[in-house]
């Protein structure tokens, strides 16, 4: 972008812009937080003008007059172009681009003219000459040289160059060099100076450090090394799937293709274009291999895709004068992808197979690789069954002499390729007749002729060539002769034929070589897309990769390259309509701040071939449809209508120049008619839809299909077969174009560094023509002013609104836009809002995207978890279920058995009864025994000889009974006898658990006996103590009550009656009895008494609470040991703890009994005295 503002208006601009951040930093902190972002502003116009601070480089520094410049521009200026092919010299400020073209307006500051550009390059160069910076210097011949200031005077300067040479150059014929630090960038943009020399030395030096790939903007630079470099294999294919590595690749493109269709789910297109001989056809198979890799599934349609690559190229690449794998057909293969980004199927479109070198090659060239390896590495039985020979022996090889190619196996390639036919589905009965056909091809071109009379009449020799020929033909070798040396005047009627001569004789022939092999290529194509055919599943979202024939220059161009450099011219207008026009078109129509760049247009030379009614396609259509016409006629006529178009120039004879986007190409018309026409005659038709070779008919079933469709959308003409070739070619070519303008475009230019096809050389004037043609500079220099990431607001909205916070979600999609910057402190530099869209500068959505993966990535790690729970849950579900049935089919199976084995077990039932009413006898009486042993201690001392005789025959029965069982169960069947064995053992068990059972009961009830007896005793003596003590205190109540009945009051009467109604149960027991501690009989005037008296009192006190307190203690031990449970081990310990518990009961009651006389005996005393007081005092 070029600098257009004068220190004192940046310097303006440069205040007010600080005035108004200010400004807006006052607004917002005064605006209420719950407010939206406040909105960018709109354009006021469409033909908005940029401000000064669009227009600043980086680092510029505003003096007090000084012209100081930084030391690195964004856009640097070239001096002078040399010479082009054409002789014209044209000034240019970059190599491939004309001065730009601005908007101007007059009361504009900020816009400056021509003159004021000139003088800010000056001053550019001025501040390089200052400080005496490395410049590129224009040699004499051409090229640039690197160099150092050394001195000036006047206009030219004293340069020390990098071979030590000291030269005097003029201030126009050099350039500023970027500092070494940017030396060998990945990307043309990072270069501080964008000029021919820098950019030719940039990639120069990545060339030789192997480093064939270069991005300039967004467009990648692949330079032919001609030699097989390791950057290809799975590991960087896995590096640049996971983001490890973002260097620029063919596999970055590739990844970028496939991440955008996934992401915006719209189709894709890798644009492959470069000259003959660049490498277009490894790139794009390089594409095709990261893109197989990155959606591989299980159906194995990827490595389909990828044998595709051999079928296609040994059948429609051949070695050119300038390529040794040379396509010679356009193609263009759409992957198609499913939602989860696998590929489920694939199509191939093929333009324009260069039928023409079957039957005639240039010196040098080698026809189609299929016809090599045929007869290099088929097997001896398929020689035999298709009577092949060496290449050298077929005239339609051996013309140009050359058969081989320095380091390539025909024969290896050949073997490649039938492993490639079996993995696409061709069956091997296909394959025959594939081989049929190309054998029938090589023994046509041998058929010779000789002239049979005057009027120059010829016959078809009767050789080798016409009986092979016939006989893979599936015809007599008279049907092959007549067809070639006749043709009908009537075919309707069948009636007159007519002898061809020997020029027409040998063109039939080679018109049905040409059909053959244009058919048999055109069937493969179409078996390869039913292999491919795209799956139920594919959602519609596909990459194209179109790979078409590289510009072509030779010293006299044929119709082929006519065709195909006005392919070429029509892609790179594509290129340049996605590059430069229709993104300037936006920015200008979205009202976005933009300064127009030029750049090198190539729509005068596509109308030259397009537009009517004078171009050069439709006059070859016209010219080709009269029948009086000729290759010199029609090279006139062109002269005649486009003589004055600047990029038509007409040459002598039959020759023109046409003035390409690549450079000046010349053609010659010789064979031009001929070839547009592409006449097949019907009779050839006939006798190959006679021909009793499966494919022959279908060819001519195939050609009478197309000559349908073509009458159907032509004039309605009889005579005319079918569309000429251009004028399908151009049909072909308009639908590509409408396909890929469905698409998003990636371009890839390939290079060829060289014409000798040699590693580790690097031509500078032919990279430097190839980097003019493609328009780089230009497209670095857009891309680096401009946006090329473009999204509508509610796109943009949509696809990252999710990350804002709640707080500030807003429904107007574009305050959510400005929201989402705002939050992720993009500057308002790197973006502008249109009318419609956001318009981003490169990398700025890095963090975006790198954000919203890590969101997504947390979601789906929240689903997989929670998938995880219900899969399991469902599982264990699932398992539950499964084992109930397989316990209901157990049983089954069980009770199913069980009733086959029923008879045999009744039998074995009823001996089993015996059997236990003996056991249970022998018990009865075995106890019998031990209870009597156990009522007579002495018993085993009185007859110990007969305890031990019963003893002896105990242990007999026993055995004998063992004995009988044992024979019983040996008896039984095997499953019986273990089933029997299992239940004499369980008897056993029983048997002692019930005798433990017994013993166990028998001494909890004489347990429970003992203890039961114990509280009773217990109980009695208890209540007979406390009735003793009620009637002790009602005794003395009585005797106080006569006395003082109204102020001291021992016990209370309601409390009396329900502790005696209490007494000996066991409620009585835990409750607690309440003695009234008021015993003392108080009066003022019996001192001594009292004295007396509160000391009995005191007692009595004493003993009632040691009373409450031994009760209360004996209830918690009785508790707590009638809380043992039966058959707990600690039975013997509890009584013998209740025995203990009895004593300790007696001896203290014993004692209690004995304190309580005495304390009674105290109180008669007590009361004697108090008696004799009261009589005294009475008295």
């Not at 016209?622 to 029948?627: A, H």
């Not at 790197?830 to 869209?837: A, N, R």
């Not at 264990?876 to 089954?892: D, H």
């Not at 108080?1082 to 004295?1091: H, L, T, V």
């Amino acid at each position: 972008m070029l600098l257009s503002a004068s220190p004192s208006s940046l310097a303006k601009s440069s205040l007010e812009e600080m005035l108004d951040s200010l400004r807006r930093k006052e607004e917002e902190e005064a605006k209420p937080k719950d407010l939206p972002p406040a909105l960018p502003a709109r354009p006021a116009s469409r033909a908005r003008l940029p401000p000064a601070r669009r227009s600043l480089p980086n680092n510029f520094k505003v003096g007090d007059g000084s012209n100081a410049m930084p030391e690195c521009l964004p856009n640097g200026f070239d001096c002078k172009r040399k010479e082009d092919e054409l002789g014209e010299k044209r000034r240019s400020d970059g190599f491939g681009s004309k001065k730009v073209k601005m908007m101007m307006d007059a009361d504009s500051p900020y816009l400056a003219s021509s003159g004021k550009v000139r003088e800010l390059e000056d001053d550019n160069i001025s501040y390089i000459i200052k400080k005496k910076l490395c410049v590129w210097c224009r040699q004499p011949s051409g090229l640039w040289e690197l160099g150092t200031i050394q001195s000036t005077s006047g206009e030219e300067a004293s340069v020390l160059l990098s071979n030590g040479n000291v030269i005097n150059v003029a201030r126009s014929e050099f350039v500023p060099a970027n500092p070494k630090i940017f030396e060998g960038v990945d990307d043309l943009m990072k270069l501080c100076y964008l000029n021919e020399p820098s950019v030719l030395h940039n990639i120069k030096f990545r060339h030789s450090q192997d480093m064939i790939y270069t991005k300039a903007g967004p467009i990648l630079i692949a330079v032919n090394p001609f030699k097989d470099l390791q950057i290809f294999g799975n590991d960087r294919i896995s590096a640049y799937k996971q983001k490890f590595t973002n260097s620029p690749h063919v596999f970055a493109v590739a990844d970028e293709a496939f991440t955008k269709m996934m992401r915006d789910e719209a189709n894709q297109s890798i644009i492959i274009s470069g000259e003959s001989g660049s490498g277009k056809t490894e790139t794009a198979k390089i594409a095709m291999q990261y893109l197989a890799a990155v959606g591989r599934s299980n159906r194995g349609t990827e490595e389909k895709i990828l044998q595709t690559n051999h079928v296609l190229e040994a059948f429609g690449n051949a070695k050119t004068s300038r390529n040794e794998n040379s396509s010679r057909f356009g193609k263009l293969i759409e992957i198609h992808f499913s939602t989860m980004g696998k590929i489920y199927g694939a199509k191939v479109q093929t333009f324009l197979i260069e039928k023409s070198r079957v039957v005639q090659l240039a010196s040098g060239e080698r026809s189609y690789h299929i016809f090599y390896q045929l007869c290099a590495g088929s097997s001896f039985g398929l020689k035999e069954r298709l009577n092949l020979r060496a290449a050298s022996y077929y005239k339609y090889l051996n013309q140009s002499e050359c058969l081989m190619i320095d380091g390539i196996d025909d024969a290896k390639k050949f073997h490649q390729l039938m492993k490639a036919l079996d993995i696409v589905q061709i069956c091997k009965e296909d394959q025959e007749l594939i081989f049929k056909v190309l054998a029938a091809i090589l023994w046509l071109g041998n058929i010779s002729f000789k002239v049979a009379d005057s009027e120059n009449d010829i016959e078809v020799l009767d050789d080798e060539a016409v009986t092979s020929a016939a006989r893979l033909m599936g015809c007599s070798s008279q049907a092959l002769k007549a067809a070639l040396s006749t043709k009908k005047i009537q075919p309707e009627k069948d009636t007159n034929t007519k002898k061809l001569i020997l020029q027409q004789a040998i063109q039939t022939r080679d018109e049905i070589a040409k059909f053959m092999y244009e058919n048999l290529f055109n069937w493969i194509v179409d078996q390869i897309n039913r292999s491919l055919q795209v799956g139920k599943r594919c959602t519609g979202k596909s990459i194209n990769i179109l790979d078409i024939t590289g510009f072509e220059s030779f010293q006299k161009s044929s119709f082929e390259q006519f065709c195909i450099n006005y392919a070429n011219e029509r892609l790179q207008q594509h290129l340049n309509r996605h590059l430069f026009k229709q993104e300037q078109e936006d920015y200008e129509s979205d009202g976005i701040e933009w300064t127009k760049i030029y750049f090198k247009d190539n729509q005068e030379c596509l109308d030259l071939f397009e537009r009517k009614p004078h171009s050069l396609l439709s006059l070859l259509d016209e010219e080709s449809n009269l029948p009086k016409a000729s290759d010199l006629t029609f090279a006139n006529k062109l002269k005649q209508h486009l003589g004055t178009n600047p990029c038509f120039k007409g040459e002598r004879g039959r020759a023109f120049s046409v003035r390409h986007y690549e450079g000046e190409v010349l053609y010659d018309t010789n064979g031009f008619l001929e070839k547009n026409r592409d006449f097949m005659p019907s009779d050839s038709v006939q006798f190959l839809a006679s021909c009793k070779c499966e494919l022959l008919p279908l060819f001519s079933k195939m050609f009478d299909q197309s000559l349908k469709c073509s009458n159907s959308f032509g004039t309605g003409a009889v005579d005319s077969q079918e569309q000429s070739v251009c004028k399908k070619f151009k049909g072909q070519l308009f639908n590509l174009i409408d396909q890929l303008e469905c698409t998003t475009p990636h371009f890839i230019r390939c290079i060829r560094p060289n014409t000798k096809q040699l590693p580790d050389i690097y031509d500078e004037d032919l990279v430097l023509q190839q980097l003019k043609c493609s328009g780089i500079l230009e497209v670095v220099r857009t891309s680096r002013a401009g946006y090329p990431t473009r999204m509508t607001h509610q796109e943009f909205s949509t696809r990252y609104g999710f990350l804002l916070s709640e707080a500030n979600k807003y429904q107007d999609p574009l305050s959510t836009s400005v929201a989402i910057l705002q939050q992720f402190n993009i500057p308002s530099e790197m973006y502008q809002f249109g009318y419609t869209k956001l318009y981003l500068r490169a990398g700025q959505t890095g963090s975006l995207e790198l954000k919203r993966k890590q969101v997504l990535q947390g979601i789906v790690v929240v689903q997989k978890y929670f998938r995880g729970y219900q899969a399991r849950s469902y599982f264990q579900e699932l398992k539950k279920g499964v084992a109930t049935f397989q316990s209901f089919v157990r049983g089954e199976i069980t009770r199913r058995k069980f009733g086959v084995m029923k008879p045999s077990i009744t039998i074995y039932s009823k001996n089993l009864e015996e059997i236990q009413a003996i056991i249970q006898l022998q018990s009865v009486i075995r106890g019998w025994l031990a209870r009597k042993d156990a009522s007579t201690p002495n018993g085993f001392k009185s007859y110990p000889e007969n305890a031990k005789h019963r003893r002896k025959s105990l242990v007999k029965m026993l055995e004998v009974k063992q004995d009988i069982s044992k024979e019983r169960v040996q008896n039984l069947p095997s499953p019986l006898a273990q089933l029997q064995r299992r239940v004499d053992k369980a008897e056993e068990e029983n048997a002692k658990l019930r005798e433990q059972l017994k013993q166990s009961e028998r001494k909890w009830a004489e347990y429970e006996a003992k203890m039961k007896s114990m509280e009773e005793a217990w109980q009695k003596q208890r209540a007979s103590l406390q009735m003793s003590l009620v009637a002790a205190r009602k005794s003395l109540a009585s005797d106080s009550g006569n006395t003082q009945p109204t102020r001291n009051e021992v016990l209370s009467p309601r409390y009396y009656g329900s502790e005696d109604a209490t007494l000996g149960s066991r409620t009585a027991v835990n409750t607690p009895i309440k003695f009234s501690s008021n015993f003392a009989v108080s009066d003022g005037g019996r001192e001594a008494n009292g004295i007396r008296e509160r000391g009995t009192s005191g007692t009595l006190s004493s003993l009632m609470k040691e009373f409450d307190q031994r009760r209360q203690n004996f209830d918690d031990e009785v508790k707590a040991l009638n809380d043992v449970k039966p058959g707990n081990s600690t039975t013997t310990n509890s009584i013998e703890e209740f025995r203990k518990l009895k004593q300790s009961f007696e001896g203290w009651k014993k004692q209690y009994k004995v304190r309580l006389r005495e304390t009674k005996a105290k109180l008669h005393e007590a009361d004697k005295s108090r008696r004799t007081w009261w009589g005294k005092l009475k008295n």
